[in-house]
């Protein structure tokens, strides 16, 4: 205990040498995969004897979010780091996308140095410069609207003109043209504006109004102002997003929602980014950042951008301040009684609670901002929803910087405002949301996205509920996030399901507004199997084997033959074959033989015939019981080399490859539905409703030599049996196969 104590404070000690606050570092020496990449990033830096803040900063961030897959390049990124060659996040973020994509490959270092902004200085005269020719350019607007401009804007043009600029700066000399603009705020500034009658916009290609469908904001839009200035982005192409929260693993739902924002993207020939809806710092983690970036790649997606709704926390918290000089927002202790009393709280106090908040002098769950939306509307959703909350945690893409992070309420519809999203594509369980979304950007005078509702894919015999879902996960009653057995992308990949199957089931089922109805497992299952009929080599195994010794064959010999990949092989195309040894010791399925023959069985029986698979017909000719008379342990049977005998059942087999050498071994798993009933999430005990039958492990099966060089993934149809795919639990010494889909109904019956 003494030593594990001694080895934490070593740890801390580092961590403060390097320039972190003592709670980040106290945070980060409590979680083990941070502090393991943390204290790699200091040694790999040399800087175990400490360096000042901003670059420690910049190795806290090295350490949490450096691409995975560009391991190899850290050192060179760290020598960039510590020699203030990159000093600002901007650049930290500039070279963790240049990297990502260059990955294990060989680094380009101009065009590294180029993408990173390396030695570039952008002097306060420059920035000033650019301040100014904005501040020109939209002079007339910021008169007209005053300190109610939407200073977010004027941030990103900067931004755009200088991305190396220093921010810190550029703040300052905005808020001092504002006022050598504007002079000081006066009583009129924080009085609400007077609506206007909204000019009917020129119709486009794409959206041009926006209708609401709740009070206060009945049938508003944007104005021709608002929508030019967007279209001036845009081009008048669509621009969608796929946002998921990075808390848990992407589930088959995801693929819907990504089908239908990338789909509709690409078929207008349009941008979708990909945005990670990062604001709880608490339940994100980079292994799901990961995950999520890997998945949609393999779902065939290419996202227009990354993006990050952290990226956008300093403009947030400025349309906040602005939200609350409005008169829309308020901080509030949180108890309901007391709602009221913050609710009419001066506008002045609230600014000063919400800098209190954000610089950290309130305690956690001691007090929140909140929308002052309609207390009397018919949604709830328009309650006075929290925009803001302390949590003192440091985020993973963010940093230590901040300690108020928004809600899903508050920055979803800021950051479509701001990405100029032209199509909020959502499930309908958001639908309620539809109001605040719209009223929010009402209030701030923001571009407001078309918004359409869709229903969800709902999946017979399954949870998709993240909390359900990491519960399974968490509770071991499923092996990992990538559990053949859930509807996870992870797990359905695992199992062998191919992205193309999953797109083409999801297009099958089609989009609608109906939100009552369940997708039958079967649905998915007979897409896989359209697909992999034509894409998976055919190959035998037996799960089960029952030796078969043939009497009247050589037990020295072995002969080849010739088996088909696929069942249309052309005699003349070599590569549609693979060799099977045929030798006196055959193997077949246990279930393939029984004492009794009947009319409908098709199997062995004794004195009766089947024909092996690219191989001869077999005749029972005696059956080797074990002591107890019932357990059978040996059949003996003769071939017939001339093929003359014609029986009507077909057998898959496995045989000896020489003599007295055993086949090769395999072990392989059999899945079910993971829930015996359609819709277990209904269920009060919907844990009770697992399927204690969902996974069935068969070791010591027997397969054809051929599949020893059976990589990870590889698909195969075992005849007879169904669909496999080689799992990553495969060794050298042992492959695993997982059973994908079995074959259809009419395919492999042998009888009764």
Known sequence: MGGKNESSSATLELFLKIGLDERTAKNTVANNKVTTNLSAVIHEAGVIEGCNRTVGNLLYTVATKYPANALAHRPVLLEYVVSSKIKTPAQLEAAFSFLSNTASESLHVK??????????????????????????????????????????????NIRKRLPWADPKIVKQLVDAKLYELLGERTAADNEKPTKQKKEKPAKVEVHTEIFFSDRPVLRCCNSKEMLDKHLMVTGGKVYSRFPPEPNGYLHIGH??????????ARERDGCCYLRFDDTNPEAEKKEYIDHIQEIVSWLGWKPFKITYTSDYFQELYELAVELIRRGHAYVDHQTAEEIKEYREKKKNKSLRLFDEMKRGMIEEGKATLRMKQDMQSDNFNMYDLIAYRI???????????????????YAHCIVDSLENITHSLCTLEFETRRASYYWLLHSLDLYQPYVWEYSRLNVTNTVMSKRKLNFLVTNKHVDGWDDPRLMTLAGLRRRGV?????????RGIGITRSDNSMIRMDRLEYHIREELNKTAARAMIVLNPLKVVITNFDSASVMDLEAKKWPDAQTEDSSAFYKVPFSNVVYIEQSDFRMKDSKDYYGLAPGKSVLLRYAFPIKCTDVLLADDNQTIVEIRAEYDPSKKTKPKGVLHWVCEPSPGVEPLKAEVRLFEKLFNSENPAELDDWLADLNPNSKKVVTGAYAVPVLKSAAVGDRFQFERLGYFAVDKDSTPDNLVFNRIVTLRDSYGKVGK
Request: with cysteine; charged share 25%; glycine share 6%.
């Open 391 to 409: 949590k003192f945690t440091p985020h993973p893409h963010a940093g230590d910087k901040w300690c108020i992070y928004p809600s899903y309420d």
């Open 498 to 506: 191919t992205s193309s199957a999953i797109n083409t089931f999801v």
């Open 255 to 264: 693929a819907k929602a990504m089908f239908v924002s990338f789909g509709l």
């Open 111 to 156: 065009e590294f140095e180029e993408a990173c902004g390396v030695g570039i200085e952008v002097s306060v005269e420059d920035i000033e410069k650019t301040v100014s020719e904005i501040f020109e350019l939209n002079k007339e607007s910021i008169l007209a609207m005053r300190y109610r401009t939407n200073v977010g804007d004027i941030f990103a």
